[in-house]
Structure formats: structure tokens, C-alpha cells
């Protein structure tokens, strides 16, 4: 009964959808978005978005526009957001970090200089989030060609720590947007990365009281039923929500984190899997490998990360698997 007093209180909705961008997510996000009267996007404004939603262009012509990472999902993403238009739905773009980069390339390819972006204004916050973590993505690309394991693991902390600043940012720009933008509506669905947690608590800073914000893990029964767990966080992401909500954290709680990121990028599968076996290969695939990254210690990372530090994903996963294997066999149980 209280439960239901509380909801009844909200006149409006906002579901946050959180996921990855992998085809086998949008099923479960087309059954969200149907509930919804908008649906806001984790994307900048691209043109030709709404000729492609109106069918004046074909989905194909719409991707080459915009070199998607992820064409199979994008793909498929068009054709959900197609049906969902021509349902009187309104979809919108909404990254305006995003979009405040896009600008600051095109002012570079223009000739402008960085001392040229005013302090104090949005655009200036972008460009310097994004220097220094791009600065420090380098300094890891450095480390992971001729450092050693422990310069990686420093590396790999040091990005993570500028990456969650980014992402701070990222979500409290999008919060804002957003809230400025929903009041037209009863009820949105918002499209965001799993790597978003920040994004519920800058909403709710800035909605009424009289919305209910939703966040979902869009794949949680495939994740119940393959774990038995609503989600599972790879150890980079879980290391990097750690600065987003505590910067400054550190400890060896932190390197761990760090040195099975390492492992786990390498052992990761990147390309996208499209298996008419298998519906949710993705998710199979991280949850597997979470586990395998999970169960080294500080001390296997350290003998393993350099004999796959150059090796192929697939020999990457050979060699874990035997090294987790021999573990078994000596009486330790890795997991």
C-alpha cells in the first residue's frame, strides 16, 4: 500500500535504458521504448537523422554519414526507431558533450586555436576533460607498447581516473538537457551506457519530485539467467565508476581492478557476433570473461600480461584457459 501511495504521486516517467551497444539489447529497448511518449538518444545531432526516420533516405545512406562503430546495431537500431516514429513517437539526439566536441573540431579544422575557447563556458569544460584524458589515453598506448606490468597497471589508473572526470561531466550535460527537454512529455525513455551510473543521481538533482526516474538494465533477465545477477560490471568499468563516484580514490582494491582490465580488454571478444544459435552472444561472452578476470590474483596478472600483451584475442583466450586450467589441476581454485 505505501509503495503504491509513493507511485502514485508521479505524473510523469523517465525510464533510463541503460546498455550496450550490441543487437542483441534492442528488443528488450524496443519493448521499453513502446511505454514511452519520447524517446531521447545517447547521440549527437547527426544530419539527415529525421529524413532517415521518415524513410526520405535509406538506413544504409543515413550510417555511411555518420561511421558508426557498430554498423550491425546500427543497422537494426534505425529500423526500431523507424517503427517507433511512424507511431507518433518523438525521438531526439541528445549528447551535448558530444555535440560541443564535434564543434570544437570543426573551430580547430577552421583554424582556431585553443587559447581562442573562453574560459567558463561549456565548450572550454569539453575541451580541457577531453585533453586530459586523451592525454593519458596516449601515456597508456605508450606504456602498453614498451612499459612494463607495473607502468601499465599505473597507466591504466591514471586514464580511468581522467575518464570518469569525462564521463562526470558527459552526465551532468546530458542531465540538464534532458530535464530541459522532458517537461513536454509524461513519460521518456532515455538511451544511455551501461558506464552512465552518474546519470540517475544528476537527474534526479534536476527533475521534479513529480517524476519517477527508472533506471533498467535493459539485458537483466539474460544476465538472472546466465549469473544470477541483475548485471555484472567488467573490472575497467568497475574501476572507473569508482572515480566517477570517488575521485581521488586509491588503494590496492584499485590496482587489482587495473591490472584485470588489462587482461580482460585482451581477452574480450570486439567484433560483433551475430549467431541465429545463440541470441545474446555478447552477453555471454563479457559474462564468461569477467569471470576468467576476476579470478586472477595481482600475482597472475603479472606472469600473464606479457606473454599475451601482443598476442590475438583468440590466443589471448587459449592461453588463460590453460593457465587457469594448470591453476585447476595444481589444486588451486581460481575462481
Excluded: W
Excluded at 533510463?16 to 521504448?33: D, K, N, Q, V
Excluded at 591514471?158 to 564521463?167: G, I
Excluded at 543521481?201 to 533506471?215: F, G, N, V
Amino acid at each position: 500500500m505505501e509503495r503504491e501511495e509513493r507511485l502514485s504521486r508521479y505524473r510523469k516517467l523517465l525510464t533510463i535504458g541503460y546498455s550496450t551497444h550490441r543487437p542483441e539489447s534492442l528488443p528488450f529497448a524496443e519493448r521499453l521504448m513502446e511505454k514511452h511518449d519520447a524517446i531521447f538518444l545517447e547521440d549527437p545531432e547527426t544530419p539527415g537523422f529525421e529524413s532517415m526516420l521518415k524513410s526520405e533516405v535509406s538506413v544504409e545512406e543515413y550510417l555511411m554519414a555518420t561511421d558508426t562503430e557498430y554498423p550491425e546495431f546500427g543497422r537494426r537500431l534505425c529500423r526500431v526507431l523507424r517503427r517507433q516514429y511512424g507511431k507518433a513517437k518523438r525521438i531526439l539526439q541528445v549528447e551535448p558533450f558530444i555535440d560541443e566536441l564535434l564543434g570544437i573540431h570543426e573551430f580547430f579544422a577552421d583554424g582556431g586555436a585553443p587559447g581562442q575557447i573562453a574560459p567558463g563556458t561549456p565548450r572550454f569544460e569539453v575541451y580541457m576533460a577531453e585533453k586530459r584524458a586523451t592525454g593519458r589515453l596516449l601515456e597508456f598506448y605508450k606504456a602498453s607498447v614498451d612499459g612494463d606490468f607495473e607502468e601499465n597497471v599505473r597507466a591504466v589508473m591514471a586514464f580511468a581516473s581522467a575518464d570518469a572526470a569525462r564521463f562526470r561531466l558527459r552526465d551532468r550535460m546530458r542531465a540538464a538537457a534532458i530535464a530541459r527537454l522532458a517537461g513536454g512529455f509524461s513519460s521518456v525513455y532515455v538511451e544511455a551506457g551501461e558506464i552512465h551510473a552518474g546519470l540517475f543521481k544528476q537527474l534526479r538533482l534536476r527533475m521534479s519530485m513529480e517524476t519517477r526516474i527508472a533506471p533498467t538494465f535493459l539485458l537483466a533477465p539474460v544476465y538472472r539467467e546466465l549469473s544470477g545477477k541483475r548485471h555484472i560490471f567488467g573490472p575497467g568499468d568497475i574501476l572507473t565508476l569508482r572515480y566517477v563516484f570517488h575521485p581521488g580514490a586509491n588503494g590496492p582494491d584499485l590496482r587489482l581492478l587495473a591490472a584485470r582490465s588489462l587482461l580482460y580488454s585482451k581477452l574480450l571478444e570486439k567484433e560483433e557476433i551475430i549467431d541465429a544459435a545463440e541470441p545474446h552472444p555478447h552477453t555471454r561472452n563479457e559474462i564468461e570473461t569477467i569471470r576468467k578476470a576476476g579470478s586472477l590474483t595481482m600475482e597472475d596478472c603479472e606472469t600473464i600480461f606479457p606473454a599475451i600483451r601482443v598476442s590475438s584475442s583468440a590466443d589471448a583466450r587459449a592461453f588463460v584457459d590453460g593457465f587457469l586450467a594448470s591453476n585447476r589441476n595444481k589444486g588451486r581454485n581460481p575462481a
